[in-house]
């Protein structure tokens, strides 16, 4: 665990808080992108679901070439591995024309686990991969995503793999506003559900402010519904509502 922190702490130190939209990446002779970015926010926060109890930084760093990108991101949250607060996810995607697929491993760090990182973990215990495949599309009014858990590194329930898909659509009603829909196709390990649902209903804000003339951000500010809250997984906090801000450089 001090082995992550240190890598990230490092990663954050070189990082030039380039904004993780196309507009921010640096282009070199090599025709190779790379960039970097970090959010800042009140909470780590993801599908319905709040693994935080504080405060979450969360880098992100990437290297495009034409239509690939390989990525990294990481939320290292105040409370730690309690609650799943810390987690990373390693994508490679490809995207043309706001078409985009992608393949996500996705690692929780557990309290309980051993953390054996290239090795499967005990059935016990969240800590270990979760592989994600990912379709969607996006343009000026509205996004899609779907995604769909096919394997898992540990973690057998009942005998088999919770591998439930995950279902998201934005609609964006003014330039600083959108609407969000989400849901299940069934009980998903990867998104912490143990049956089908609504996950999110909700109004999301966001806003792009100048710091400086070579320094912008991104403010966000999301109030969420989640009308499947009491099927989400033991050892994460339930909870009907969910509120949180975010600012991301």
Partial sequence: MRKLFVILLSLLSTASFAQTDSSSVDTTKSNFDFYTGCTLASRNYARGVNFGEGPSIQP??????????LEF??????????????????????????????????????????HNYFFET??????????????SYKN??????????FY????????????????????????NFSIIVAGLTGPSIVNFYEAAGITTIGLNWSRKIEISKKLSAIIDA???????????????QKTPMNFFVSLTF
């Fill in 60 to 69: 992100v760093a990437g290297i495009a070439y034409k239509n690939l990108t």
């Fill in 222 to 236: 999301k109030f969420h519904v989640n009308p499947n809250y009491k099927n989400i997984s033991p050892g994460v």
């Fill in 140 to 149: 000026d009014k509205f996004s899609i995503l779907s995604g769909y858990n």
């Fill in 152 to 175: 898992n590194t540990n973690l057998k329930v009942d005998g088999d793999y919770w591998k439930g898909g995950y279902l998201e659509g934005t609609y964006n009603i003014s330039d």
């Fill in 73 to 114: 991101f990481a939320a290292i949250s105040a409370n730690g591995v309690y609650n799943y607060g810390t987690t990373h996810d390693f994508s490679l995607s490809y995207s043309a024309k706001g078409f985009k697929v992608g393949l996500h491993d996705y690692y929780f760090f557990n309290k309980n686990g051993n």
């Fill in 122 to 135: 005990g059935s016990d215990t969240m800590n270990g991969h979760y592989y994600e495949v990912q379709a």
